[in-house]
T-cell receptor
């Protein structure tokens, strides 16, 4: 079974520029998560999708961050414009079940390391 | 609000020594807790979950609701256990079902 794929693996941009990250979850996984992991901290959930609907985006800075999962499969996370404090690893994870149907393991991708200069 | 605290950023032990990585949580409902591990140059992966009551790679973790703790233990540490360990709490209700709240992580180093 192929794992969660993410690209790019590394990205360096200047502040005020835009950047986009892509995630392809494990086939058949209904739930997709984007986490932000700042150096020295644990991952923090930014947004959670079930199929192509948003379940939780309460910690997404919506003035600059956006995410979509149009066909319920791949997802993109965008930052526009980037700030210095956005430097972090962005992790995508997927899980095979949706809301109310049990508790399952989340499978993580390798992450995208973003550096904002 | 749910919270997970791992009080130790770094933990060093010698091979063969016992190891305990501490985790405390705050949650109003019935908690579901996990330990995730990230080995060098690998992705974050599940180590164990409390509902399974399993031992993985010699590690165990017992949920203590009275002390709101979920400490990870291994009686004899091995060099290959060196990694970053995260304790995580699952939101099992409400609008954020499935959301994981992670602790800050503990870097375990096992010396030969």
């Amino acid at each position: 079974e192929a794992g969660v794929a993410q690209s790019p693996r590394y990205k360096i941009i200047e502040k005020r520029q835009s950047v986009a990250f892509w995630c392809n979850p494990i086939s058949g996984h209904a739930t997709l998560y984007w986490y932000q992991q700042i150096l020295g901290q644990g991952p923090k959930l930014l947004i959670q999708f079930q199929n192509n609907g948003v379940v939780d985006d309460s910690q997404l800075p919506k003035d600059r961050f956006s995410a979509e999962r149009l066909k319920g499969v791949d997802s993109t996370l965008k930052i526009q414009p980037a700030k210095l404090e956005d430097s972090a690893v962005y992790l995508c994870a997927s899980s095979p079940v949706g809301r109310g149907r049990g508790i399952n393991e989340q499978f993580f991708g390798p992450g995208t390391r973003l550096t904002v200069l | 609000a749910q919270r997970v605290t791992q009080p130790e950023k770094l933990l060093s032990v010698f091979k063969g020594a016992p190891v305990e990585l501490k985790c405390n949580y705050s949650y109003s409902g019935s908690p579901e807790l996990f330990w995730y591990v990230q080995y060098s140059r690998q992705r974050l992966q599940l180590l164990l979950r409390h509902i399974s009551r399993e031992s993985i790679k010699g590690f165990t973790a017992d949920l203590n609701k009275g002390e709101t703790s979920f400490h990870l233990k291994k009686p004899f540490a091995q060099e290959e256990d060196s990694a970053m360990y995260y304790c995580a709490l699952l939101n099992a209700g409400g609008t954020s079902y499935g959301k994981l709240t992670f602790g800050q992580g503990t870097i375990l180093t096992v010396h030969p």
